[in-house]
């Protein structure tokens, strides 16, 4: 790599792109940790996140200025090794958004584990006998 390039040379959109990446990843991690937690925002942070980086692919051939007919061919066709991660960003994310917004996702989110229930009566445990 020459010694005279930095991200200040790259065009504009380029830059856009490269940051709509990262706030796509960024939202996807956060929504990840969120799920993990069962927090009903995971689910739409993911979905966010999805959306970002489907948003990123299709405006990287903007940067480029490439009709996105030819990007989409070159993708599946000729793109190589340099191609493989973008279709499989593509895939996966529409397979993240897809999982995101079912039914039994949300389901599983918002079920609460019983509390166990507070002993009271005969058979209850008192202070006094500590």
């Keep these: 790599m020459p010694a005279e390039f930095s991200l200040g040379m790259l065009p504009v959109l380029v ?8 706030l796509a990843g960024l939202v ?33 051939p903007l940067s480029a200025g490439v009709p996105l007919a030819r990007f989409v061919d070159a993708m599946f066709t000729h793109g190589g090794l ?3 991660d973008r279709v499989g960003l593509a895939g996966l994310a ?6 995101a917004f079912l039914p039994p996702t949300f389901r599983y989110l ?16 008192t202070s006094e006998g500590w």
Excluded: K, N
């Design 15 to 22: 830059l856009v792109d490269l940051g709509a990446f990262l």
């Design 28 to 60: 996807l991690l956060l929504g990840s940790l969120a799920t993990l937690f069962r927090a009903t925002a995971g689910a739409i942070l993911l979905g966010l996140g999805a959306l970002l980086a489907i948003g990123a692919l299709l405006t990287e």
């Design 82 to 84: 340099a191609m493989v």
């Design 94 to 99: 529409v397979f993240v958004l897809i999982l």
């Design 110 to 125: 918002r079920y609460r584990t019983p509390t166990l229930p507070v002993f009271t009566g005969q058979g209850a445990y």
